[in-house]
C-alpha cells in the first residue's frame, strides 16, 4: 500500500533577502549633481541687424563655452559651432530677421551624466545671462 505525503511550501524570509541584499555591497545612495560653468556673453557680432536682412552668422563671444554649449536664440536651441572655450557661431536665417523685434540670445552649457556608480555626479545645465540683439 502506497501512502503520500503533503509537500511543504518553502519560505524565505524578508530578513535573509535584506541581509543577502546588504552583504552583497548594494547602496542606493547616490552623489548629486554639481554645478556646472557658468557662461558668460561679453559681446555678440553683430550686435544686431536691420529687419529683412539676409541671412547671417552670428558671434558670439565670451566665456566658459563648454564643448557643447549651445546658442538659445529667442528661446530655441539652435545648432551652434564651438570656435574656442570663449567663442560660438549660429546661422542665422533670413525668415528670423524679418520684422523688427528684440530677441533674446543665451548659451547654455547642458548638463553633464555622471560617471560614478549609478550614474551619480555630474554636472547641471548652466545658462548665461540673456544679451539682447535689436532687429531694427
Known sequence: MKTSQTLQP???????????????GY?????????????TIAALSPSGTAAGSPAFTLTVNGSNFGSKAVVIWNGAAQTTTMVSANQLTMAV????????????VTVTNP????????GSGGTLAETSSPMSFAIN
Do not use: D
Open 10 to 24: 518553502i519560505k524565505i524570509t524578508v530578513l535573509a533577502v535584506l541581509s543577502l541584499t546588504l552583504a552583497c
Open 27 to 39: 547602496n542606493a545612495k547616490t552623489t548629486p549633481a554639481m554645478a556646472g560653468s557658468m557662461p
Open 93 to 104: 536665417p533670413a525668415a528670423a530677421v524679418a520684422t523688427s523685434t528684440t530677441v533674446s
Open 111 to 118: 548638463a553633464t551624466s555622471g560617471a560614478g556608480m549609478y
